[in-house]
């Protein structure tokens, strides 16, 4: 009997490139390699059709987004009623097949009496409401945080529709813990990010500069960037990078008075794995405990030295694998100590035993299809 499965994804997920988009990737990649066949459905936001998609699923649905001033008048979170759409509805009934749900901004559709019958999947990518009341935290601008106070809102009262899920899988055991108070009738599951790593690949030797990354157009990684060239890395004596998608003007005027601080805009694939993989440090602060750490992932397979704050590690049960700091003193005293220490053998066998079986893709994959009982 085929095993497949519907998958509705809230963006194209290639190029594999930021955040939860990493996420499905891989998750598609690894189930397709398990022999699921995949139906996709997803949203156009930003980026092209994709042949590297249609290559490894049965068939690829794109959906236009209703995006605009009408789609915020709604009850609905905007991010979830401009992805409605009937052409949707009718694609998913024309199987009678699991739906996965990629994150709550996709759940249109979920609770809708025609796929009462079906089993449904969401995979939480964040606590909607925490994430957006923490973006309206940091946002400068007075619309924008009107906006997100506003969305964090709407997001609160819409996850209730999770009630009709049969199956929830969170990306960190905090997640899971609150997701299982909110619908103890539901099973939820953690479930580690999907990711681009099959191996622990560290180089060794030393390189003389630090590393952050992440997606620079969110507003939650401006601030942690800002916190990082303000209070950290103005003061050490080595060359500081800040790599990332779309990075806002306020960075590059924070950084311009310091030398040793570079930003590193939009760089590819190839360059964003280079430049982790040569640090000698990978430094990683968040403010947000919730959601996907892809990043500390993508470090801890591929670069040296990692450093970070608590929340990064929230939930995640790596602490052992990363050297710990909360302050600026604190971040600053670590930078010191080990850009002067090479990275030994025993923390690539330390990673190993920890990372593998549970953040292996083929596991992941293989416990996702066992959950949701598809055929062998």
Known sequence: MERLINIVSFNIPWPANYGGIIDVFYQIKALHECGVKIILHCFEYERPHSPELES????????KRRTGLISNFS????????????????????????????????????????????????REANIEHDYYNQLAKA???????????????????????LRKANLILAV????A?????????THVEFMPCFNP???????????????????????????????LIREVFCKLPYTCIIAGMNPPKLLYKAAQPFSNIRIE????????????????????????????????LNSLFTGRHIIVNRKMISGTGLESLCNIANTPEEMIHECISLMQENISDKTADKREKILFPLYSNQFQAKKLISLINLPD
């Open 56 to 63: 490894i699923c049965e068939q690829v649905f794109y959906y």
């Open 75 to 122: 009850f609905f979170p905007y991010n979830v009623i401009s992805r409605k759409d009937p052409q949707l509805l009718q694609n998913l009934l024309l199987n009678n097949d699991p739906i996965l749900f990629e994150g709550l901004h996709s759940c249109y559709y979920i609770t809708h009496k025609q796929l009462s019958k079906r089993i449904k999947i969401h």
């Open 139 to 161: 946002e400068p601008n007075l619309l924008k945080k009107c906006f997100f106070r506003v969305e964090a809102l709407r997001f609160r009262f819409y996850q209730k529709v």
């Open 172 to 175: 960190s055991s905090t997640d």
């Open 177 to 185: 813990d609150y997701l299982k108070h909110c619908f103890p009738s």
């Open 197 to 227: 790593n099959e191996k622990i690949n560290i180089k060794s030797g030393q390189s003389d500069f630090i590393l952050y990354h992440g997606k620079l157009s969110v507003s939650e990684n401006t601030i942690a960037a800002l916190f």
């Open 265 to 296: 805009a939009n760089p590819s694939e190839t360059k964003m794995n280079e430049l982790t993989q040569e640090a000698q440090i990978n430094l990683l602060i968040t403010f947000q405990a919730t959601g996907l750490k892809l990043k500390l």
